[in-house]
């Protein structure tokens, strides 16, 4: 069956240290993956999208790395703040349409 | 522009009563969707939409219709409310490879 599994369902790290979070797929073949940030009560908001043909993408303080072999990406905001606390979700693409896994609750303690 | 806008925010209904959750964009997308988020389920796609007059089914279509007469607006209706339609329900419109989510509705279903 096809699956999209986020490590775990919440991560609690202290502030300045690196959050890496992880995003594991069976049976899919995508295009793309994107990451997307969820603060409660509203919309994921896009954070980056990087193609199966693409190794790593950063942005700022976020890294985004694609193992197509393995089928797993790896998310990571390096030097975490508190306002870095929210749910991180992942999507996979697939032509029209898009799957998202369950989403990873990141909490920053100062 | 106001980007992705939904209505209402909240709403109680009654098994078997009907009812449209109204969605719209600003931003001249062809692509729209909408998908509903229940708790460690992630968001699931419902119905999506690649231009005026052209809808299609997502993972979970059951009980939901949509039709998409403007490239602005894209409604979705229930005809039959039932409990197990209890969720909360984003609309999104996408720029090429990005997602624009709206603030979502959030729908109780007694």
């Known amino acids: 069956s096809q699956k999209i599994e986020q490590n775990s369902e919440a991560l609690n790290i202290q502030e300045g240290k690196t959050a890496t979070l992880t995003c594991n797929y069976t049976n899919y073949s995508p295009a793309y993956l994107q990451w997307y940030r969820q603060d409660p009560g509203r919309g994921p908001v896009f954070l980056l999208l990087?193609?199966?043909?693409?190794k790593e993408k950063r942005k700022e303080r976020l890294k985004v790395t694609f193992d197509t072999t393995l089928k797993q990406s790896l998310f990571h905001i390096t030097a975490s703040q508190p306002a870095d606390s929210a749910t991180y979700l992942c999507?996979?693409?697939?032509?029209?349409?898009?799957?998202f896994g369950a989403g990873t609750r990141l909490t920053v303690k100062p | 522009n106001a980007g992705v806008t939904q209505t209402p925010k909240f709403q109680v209904l009654k098994t078997g009563q009907s009812m449209t959750l109204q969605c719209a964009q600003d931003?001249?997308?062809?692509?729209m969707s909408w998908y509903r988020q229940d708790p460690g389920m992630g968001l699931r796609l419902i119905h999506y939409?690649?231009?005026?007059?052209?809808?299609d089914q997502g993972e979970v279509p059951n009980g939901y219709n949509v039709s998409r007469s403007t490239t602005e607006d894209f409604p979705l209706r229930l005809l039959s409310a039932a409990p197990s339609q209890t969720s909360v329900y984003f609309c999104?419109?996408?720029?090429?490879?990005?997602?624009?989510f709206g603030p979502g509705t959030r729908l109780l279903v007694l």
């Open positions: 999104a419109s996408s720029s090429k490879e990005t997602q624009y």
């Open positions: 999507a996979l693409s697939l032509y029209n349409d898009m799957r």
């Open positions: 990087i193609r199966e043909n693409e």
């Open positions: 931003m001249n997308h062809e692509y």
């Open positions: 939409s690649v231009g005026a007059g052209i809808t």
